[in-house]
């Protein structure tokens, strides 16, 4: 290419995307409006497809996906939003990607996502190879948050069931003296809860009273028998 045809190009390319930070965002209820509208008759009905991806390039762009980031909650648009955030190529995949690590957009949504991008004819061969990467991102980030929340989840039930058994030891003397004032407090807190009640939190007059009648019992043991 010659020199001349080299500097066209830098041009035009720098005219798009000087035309693309330009471009006002849509407002949610006109981005709404367009996902509805791309919509075709199919085999099973009105949905999404090849076309709609065709459509949702031409009426919206990049400085809308923030806008269909924020519309992915809504389940009844939600296959919609993918369709629309995959019509934008490779300037919804990080993006996207930054949404379901912040759980704004479900990890499968987010995959299915990168489905499309990887099979529109419409992006680049780049971004088709770029989304397939993501979506194996992904993958490995989904596996990872539901490791830790299966942990989370175990941790809490542990922690459950150990002030449960230090609940019931403060029943006994002998045992009560076994327990640290953390676990007391543990325990207290505990009761606090299952009565709807936080420390420090509004009590009427009533409450308040059996709550004080209950810290001196479980926390300072200057009450041998525990309010029930």
Known sequence: MKLGGIWCALAVVLFVAIVQARTPPASRTHVRLIILSSQHLGAHGMGYGTRSLAQLSR????????????LAADR?????VQFALASQCAAAILPVREAATQHKMDFFDASDTMDLIASFSGCTPAAHSKATEMHADLDKLRNEEYARIGEE????????QRIQRNGLKLLDPEQAKSLTREERLEVFRRSLAAMGLTEGGPMTPDQKKLVDRMYRSMVLDEIKTPPN
């Not at 009844?76 to 919609?80: F, K, P, S, T, W």
């Not at 989840?153 to 459950?160: I, N, V």
Request: net charge neutral; charged share 30%; proline share 8%.
């Open 153 to 160: 989840s175990k941790r809490k039930a542990a922690d459950e």
């Open 76 to 80: 009844d648009l939600n296959v919609g």
């Open 59 to 70: 009426r919206l762009s990049p400085a809308d996906i923030p806008t269909l980031i924020s």
